[in-house]
């Protein structure tokens, strides 16, 4: 079932010169292509509605912050049920509750900063890409 994600390289990913190390673990998985790539500081109006489903939440206006502090890299990745690998390569939102062998788990230690951004869904994903590669067609 090969399906497309959107990935972000959060700006703490970038600004600890971790690019490399994430986009290789992902280019090395079997099968697996990146089709889209872009390093860029995005606006807080693209976040504001990327993250529309948290907003009140109260880490809501410090995450905006944290992701609006310097430029993140915005990838589609396409490939064998490439929703629910990525979200495994990612591992879940907490750092320290992620596996060693996750990104997260790897490189992270607070929850905010945690790395890497990956669409959970067929609908988020289709959701996501438009948010951030608008020129892409279907
Ligand atoms: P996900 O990125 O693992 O899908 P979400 O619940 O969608 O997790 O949260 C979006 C992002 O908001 C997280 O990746 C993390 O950066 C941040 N976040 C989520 N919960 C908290 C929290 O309790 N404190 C601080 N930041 C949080």
Redesign the pocket.
């Given at each position: 079932m090969s399906q497309r994600t959107l990935v972000l390289l959060k700006p703490d990913a970038v600004s600890r010169g971790l690019i490399g190390e994430i986009v290789g673990r992902v280019e090395r998985k079997a099968g697996w292509r990146i089709t889209a790539l872009e390093l860029r500081t995005l606006e807080r109006a693209t976040l504001e509605t990327h993250?529309a489903e948290?907003v009140g939440r109260p880490?809501y206006e410090?995450?905006i912050e944290f992701m609006a502090s310097g430029p993140s890299v915005a990838m589609v990745v396409e490939g064998e049920r490439v929703i629910e690998g990525l979200r495994t390569l990612a591992g879940?939102?907490d750092p320290i509750a992620a596996a060693p062998g996750s990104v997260r788990g790897d490189f992270g230690t607070v929850?905010?900063e945690?790395l890497i951004?990956a669409s959970?869904s067929e609908e988020s994903a289709e959701r996501e890409m438009k948010i951030f590669f608008p020129h892409l067609s279907n």
């Open positions: 993250y948290h880490f410090p995450l879940p939102t929850v905010r945690n951004h959970d």
